[in-house]
């Protein structure tokens, strides 16, 4: 049985950081490209950052650039997302999730913000930026 969870939220006030961690079970991570998503209230599920087992690549949306990254620990099979500079903005549940890394995997147009390609999904940790 496949399990993605993820940990790490809470409440933090803006400027402040978090690390999210996602934990997989069942399945071996290196194997796949592992994405974070999030969803604010009233608001549709957002690609966050992604990062590909096969060459490390990474990708982030340009309102996390700079402020947040994503890494791997293969030993652990865990991902990670750091969360530095947090804004208000940022206030929303977040998912990690998994695509299985096929033959047709090409970093240079890997749309990685498209969920259909992901095949499990954690049940996510809230975030929530305040004062």
């Known amino acids: 049985q496949v399990q993605l969870v993820e940990s790490g939220g809470g409440l933090v006030q803006p400027g402040g950081s978090l690390r999210l961690s996602c934990v997989a079970s069942?399945?071996?991570?290196?194997?796949?490209?592992i994405g974070w998503f999030r969803q604010a209230p009233r608001e549709d599920r957002e690609g966050v950052a992604c990062?590909?087992?096969?060459?490390?690549?990474?990708w982030y949306a340009d309102s996390v650039k700079g402020r947040f990254t994503i890494s791997r620990d293969s030993a652990r099979n865990t991902v990670y997302l750091q969360m530095n500079n947090l804004e208000p903005e940022d206030t929303a549940v977040y998912y990690c999730?998994?695509?299985?890394?096929?033959?047709?995997?090409?970093?240079?147009?890997?749309?990685?913000?498209?969920?259909?390609?992901?095949?499990?999904w954690g049940l996510g940790t809230q975030v929530t930026v305040s004062a």
């Open positions: 999730a998994t695509d299985l890394i096929d033959t047709t995997y090409n970093s240079d147009w890997y749309p990685w913000t498209n969920m259909a390609l992901y095949d499990f």
């Open positions: 069942g399945i071996t991570l290196d194997y796949y490209n």
């Open positions: 990062i590909s087992s096969r060459d490390d690549k990474t």
